[in-house]
């Protein structure tokens, strides 16, 4: 069973700091794509950042500078460092892979449950 779980979301002070952790299960986590998506009410979901099996990072421009992904494969887990907080930033976090199943080598889509972010004074 797959499982992707995300923690660490919550009520943040604008330019303040929240890390984000999503934990997996039931993937081949180190050769697997991973990405942080987010949803704020009334929008679609967008991609914030992805990191590659081979730890290459990507991000959108709207948080470049100030959210960092990374991955810890001993741990088969994702993280979202994010910084410099902005009241846009609010929104559902949600969690993604881009994974094969253990013992299996064809990948498919994986998704969290979701972690809310709300950044408000």
């Known amino acids: 069973q797959v499982q992707l779980v995300e923690s660490g979301g919550g009520l943040v002070q604008p330019g303040g700091s929240l890390r984000l952790s999503c934990t997996t299960s039931g993937i081949r986590f180190s050769i697997a794509t991973m990405a942080w998506y987010r949803q704020a009410p009334g929008k679609q979901r967008e991609s914030v950042a992805t990191?590659?099996?081979?730890?290459?990072?990507n991000y959108v421009d709207s948080v470049e500078g100030r959210f960092t992904i990374s991955r810890d494969n001993t741990k088969s887990t994702v993280y979202l460092q994010m910084n410099s907080l902005k009241p846009e930033d609010t929104a559902v976090y949600y969690c993604?892979?881009?994974?094969?199943?253990?013992?299996?080598?064809?990948?498919?889509?994986?998704w969290g449950q979701g972690t809310h972010v709300t950044v408000s004074s």
């Open positions: 990191i590659t099996s081979g730890g290459s990072t």
């Open positions: 993604y892979a881009r994974a094969a199943l253990l013992m299996e080598s064809t990948r498919r889509d994986y």
